[in-house]
């Protein structure tokens, strides 16, 4: 694989499904609720994909775009067969998921959301480290985008996911009236090691002016300098300032991949997008899935050979 651009391994080298060698558990206070939620990363079988359990009701809800009921300030997925069982702010161990290459995984919460941590996925990174990643014998699936799909939104925003001859590129662009965020954008080839060394340690923001409405309406009730930065107006609060210059524009990228991970499978394409976010993400995988066209299923050794034969073609 060494003739391979970075770009371009991880689909190449991954040609088999992945889990988790060992179980591997945290504990943290969810973002809204303010509550303490136990976490337990588990192995599964091969096909099994991602799955959340909730383990205080005995529910299993898939990790699927279509499971999404709610993407107000976070990504909520549920079961309108059993509206008590939901679980939130999964979008960035989806993310952390995603980039680690792991197929399979049950996900058990006591709780209605996942753990924030401190806001990005970087925690939920280093706990599947700990665990490490076992190889299986099922084939990994890739979801191939065959055709343009795009979705809009207010003030100019959309979303969109391009054809792509190899890999998956991601290009964002974000512009926010408090001038401590302004205008920014990102363009990267996703990679685990570019998520790592990218987006992985960019935390959630929110603007000081709205917090106090957010609580009244029971939310953010578990917010703190400590899991979210806060802008007001050109400051910064957190005394610790930023991780990056731009790391606003890496948090919503990070938000996109863990969003885009509802697919169901890794996705070979190019997405584009201004001022998205979570509904505008999950209303651009619904319109991709709405049309057969749009897409199709190869096994990752015909990515790898595409791969191979793009490399020469290039040179």
Known sequence: MDGLPESLRPLATVSCQRTLKSAIAGVGIGLHSGKRVNLVLRPAEANTG??????DLGVDIPAQHDNVIDTKLCTQLGLRSH??????TVEHLMAAIAAAGVDNLVIEVDGAEVPVFDGSSAPFLFLIDCAGLAEQSAPRQIIEILQTVRVDGEAGAFAELRPAAVGMDMALSIDFPAAAIGRQALSLAFTERSFRAELARSRTFTMLAEIEALQAAGLARGGSLSNAIVVDGARVVNP???RSHDEFVR???LDAV???????????GRFLAHKTGHALNNRLLRAVFAKATNWRIVSADAIERAAYTYVARAA
């Open 50 to 55: 991602i799955i959340f359990r909730r383990t």
């Open 83 to 88: 509206p008590e069982a939901r679980v939130g």
């Open 240 to 242: 610790e300032g930023l």
């Open 251 to 253: 948090h919503k990228l």
């Open 258 to 268: 863990g969003d885009l991970a509802l697919a169901g499978g890794p996705i070979q």
